[in-house]
């Protein structure tokens, strides 16, 4: 309490002639609400500020003050005492001290009273404090400029800057030629409009300011000053830039949804045709059909790659892939948006397999591989060149995969280093959204592996991935086997469809392993079937049925076939919600084979299932 008591007499003599000079009541309390100064002078140091209100008030005000000491949250005391005004109590925290309380009664606040206004400069002083808006002034003829103590703190400059060397010194190099084009405006029309532009402060970090400026003309009508302020609106940008982003992968996500489900309808009546015909033929025809299916597998694999690209995976199957062909595969997919002046080089020294979640690598690869192309064409680099390597190496006890995406480029600023894998933090300004790093890191850690950054060799950025390894090799292709000549019969299917392509191919192909198959391409058409004396053992419901969806018909196909087991046949993502309304999801395409398998395994489940529900 001393020391408290003789840091207030030590104080500045102006310092305590501008708070006596105040039209509020100012109190300073320490945390046993003793008084350790009263700009009025009417309380005594160290006396209780209690003693100052009503006996009956006492127990109220000294819980109102305890709070405002546990949570620091500022609170009003009701009027009475020395409170006849109504007064604003708030925690005052220094470093190193026990906190204490400031209590501030303005009496302007009285109803019915008279009381002297606070004059203009005041008024001034409290709105700039309380907006944060730093203040200039520049004199056209001298060139001469003044900044108030926050323009200072705004720019993080220590010494006031005229519009050019504002420009060449705290703009962002993106912005420079936009706040040139300004300053020219000024020259010839005298007027500086608001501009929201970014600076770069002294430790790298960018900040958003907004500054608006007003001339004021001489006496002779010329431009003599320019008077103006500047904000920080660095968040509300951020703000901007995230919903942006949010609406370019709600966009993304939309035009994925289209391609896939036209893609994979017509996939789906592609692929199994070119199996059935590749059975059929022999010498050169068959190779001829056989490159075509291998042409159709790969339009699959990019329709896949694009549904991970926008999130819209329908599960997450981990299946085993090779290191070279995983690399391989990805950069081919890339090196077609790739300029001829990037070089792209692959150096991959490993022979062993991945077990990892379908098409989440592609992804990631994918992503590291465009952002390398971004960073070359957006800066002059001699040879510009992309390398993808791959090796072997021990880490923890373990075998991991260490495969790095490296370039010659400028590399990542190093204010973004440590928050380059956070959301919305992107280098390409307007033209990123700055997710894509942030869910690379999210697939490779649901992967079980690590991704980071480092400068490369070469001066650029180069991302690490570490992968664990899989002891499983890969097999070849399994061959389908074939119908059995004599089909024995196995169930009844509803396929609900509106392409009417895929309802041919299907009828006829499960028909030939001895399932009883009947169709519908409308929504009135599958309740009609639903509707009649076949007892149907497994319905395909498409999820798009031209202006209708098939989630809307789950509920009354149940209603008419309870005993059916209800499946999603679909090339689009099924969102988790609608996925719990089935009992289970197929994505298109597949071969003929491998969904007769699929339909035997849900029935033989479904079987399964009834049994112990009987039980």
Request: hydrophobic fraction near 40%; glycine fraction near 8%.
């Amino acid at each position: 309490m001393d020391a408290r008591k003789d840091e207030a007499v030590s104080a500045t003599p102006r310092a305590l002639h501008l708070l006596q000079m105040l039209d509020a009541r100012v109190i300073e309390v320490d945390d046993a609400f003793r008084v350790i100064f009263d700009n009025r002078g009417q309380l005594a140091v160290a006396s209780s500020i209690l003693d100052a209100f009503p006996a009956s008030d006492r127990s109220a005000m000294r819980e109102k003050l305890l709070a405002v000491l546990r949570d620091g949250v500022p609170r009003e005391l009701p009027s009475g005492g020395v409170n006849e005004t109504g007064t604003r109590v708030v925690r005052l925290d220094d470093e190193g001290q026990r906190p204490t309380l400031g209590l501030s009664s303005n009496q302007r606040t009285r109803p019915g009273r008279d009381f002297p206004s606070a004059s203009g400069q005041q008024k001034l002083d409290i709105a700039r404090e309380a907006s944060g808006v730093g203040l200039w002034h520049w004199h056209l003829p001298s060139g001469q400029v003044e900044w108030d103590e926050r323009m200072y703190a705004l720019t993080g400059s220590k010494k006031p800057l005229n519009l050019q060397q504002w420009i060449d010194r705290l703009a962002h190099p993106d912005d420079r030629k936009l706040l040139q084009e300004r300053k020219e405006e000024l020259k010839g029309s005298g007027k500086l409009p608001a501009q929201i532009s970014r600076i770069v402060l002294p430790d790298g970090e960018i900040r958003w300011l907004l500054v608006v400026g007003t001339i004021i003309e001489s006496d002779s009508g010329k431009p003599e000053f320019v008077v103006g302020g500047a904000v920080d609106v660095t968040e509300q940008q951020r703000l901007v830039q995230q919903l942006r982003a949010a609406q370019k992968m709600e966009a993304l996500g939309h035009l994925t949804a289209g391609v896939a489900h036209n893609f994979n309808n017509m996939l789906m009546i592609i692929q199994p045709c070119l199996e059935e015909a590749e059975q059929a033929v022999t010498g050169e025809l068959k190779l001829a059909v056989g490159d075509a299916r291998s042409a159709a597998q790969r339009a699959r694999e990019i329709v896949s790659q694009l549904m991970a690209l926008a999130g819209q995976q329908n599960s997450e199957k981990f299946v085993l892939r090779t290191v070279e062909e995983l690399c391989g595969s990805t950069a081919r997919l890339c090196q077609r948006s790739f300029p001829d002046t990037i070089k792209l080089r692959l150096h991959i020294d490993c022979q062993r397999s991945l077990e990892c979640i379908d098409g989440s690598l592609e992804q990631v690869l994918g992503n590291l591989l465009l952002n390398a192309r971004d960073a070359l064409l957006a800066h002059t680099t001699k040879d510009p060149e992309v390398l993808m390597s791959a090796k072997e190496v021990s880490r923890f006890g373990e075998e991991w995969l260490e495969l790095t995406v490296s370039d010659n480029g400028p590399g990542v600023p190093e204010a973004l280093r440590t928050e380059i894998f956070e959301p919305f933090v992107t280098t390409k300004g307007n033209n990123g959204t700055g997710l894509g790093l942030a869910t690379s890191q999210a697939l490779i850690q649901r992967n079980g592996g690590q991704l980071a950054y480092r400068p490369s060799a070469a001066g650029g950025a180069e991302f690490l991935v570490l992968l664990p390894l899989s002891a499983k090799q890969p097999v070849g292709n399994a061959v389908d086997p074939a119908p059995q000549a004599t089909p024995v019969h196995k169930g009844r299917l509803l396929i609900v469809d509106d392409e009417v392509g895929i309802l041919g191919l299907l009828r006829r192909g499960l028909a030939q392993w001895g399932y009883e198959v009947h169709v519908a391409s409308e929504a009135e058409a599958a309740l009609d079937a639903a509707s009649s004396e076949v007892n149907f053992d497994l319905i395909l419901l498409d999820r798009s049925l031209g202006t209708a969806t098939g989630s809307t018909l789950v509920s009354p196909l149940r209603e008419r076939q309870p005993q059916a087991a209800l499946l999603f046949f679909t090339g689009e993502f099924v969102t988790p919600a609608d996925a719990l309304l089935v009992d289970g999801v197929i994505q298109k395409p597949m071969s003929i084979n491998a969904l007769a398998r699929t339909i035997a395994d849900q029935l033989a489940q479904k079987s399964v299932d009834g049994r112990r529900g009987a039980g």
